[in-house]
């Protein structure tokens, strides 16, 4: 086993994205399409935005669950990472679960903070914005 894989078992997730921001803060962590071009995010960008959206949650108390009801995107990557950073439990939800199969995953999931987007904008079930539109929306 390498020193490298020594640190994955000992670090967070949320202390690999501040040392990779740290490390190779000018490189691209995360891509995605929009609008027909191909946008980025460095490891400095995306710790400096996860921790913006890690900020809006800071209410929050480490082990509670925040939900997350929403497509794939660029917001999503934001908020598992910010979650990560304030060491809260992410859940995911379907967007094609049915009425009765979202209620019973809020049921057991018991969620602190659901969230989803509306205008093209991740916010918290109080409507609160948890992050900027994302380019292109």
Avoid: K
Avoid at 47 to 61: K, S
Avoid at 112 to 123: E, G, H, I, Q, S
Wanted: hydrophobic share 50%; proline share 4%; charged share 25%.
């Amino acid at each position: 086993m390498s020193a490298a894989d020594d640190v994955l078992l000992t670090e967070s997730i949320g202390q690999v994205l501040r040392r990779q921001a740290r490390d190779n803060g000018a490189r691209r962590a995360v891509a995605w399409e929009a609008d027909g071009a191909l946008r980025w995010l460095t490891y400095a960008q995306l710790a400096a935005r996860a921790a913006a959206v890690a900020r809006t949650l800071a209410d929050r108390e480490p082990g509670e669950r925040v939900a997350v009801w929403g497509r794939n995107c660029v917001d999503w990557v934001l908020l598992e990472y910010a979650c990560a950073l304030r060491g809260l439990i992410l859940a995911p939800f379907n967007t094609a679960w049915t009425d009765a199969e979202a209620a019973a995953a809020f049921e057991l999931a018991a969620p602190a903070v659901c969230t989803c987007w509306r205008n093209n904008a991740l916010r918290s079930r109080q409507g609160t914005e948890l992050t900027e539109p994302p380019a292109g929306a």
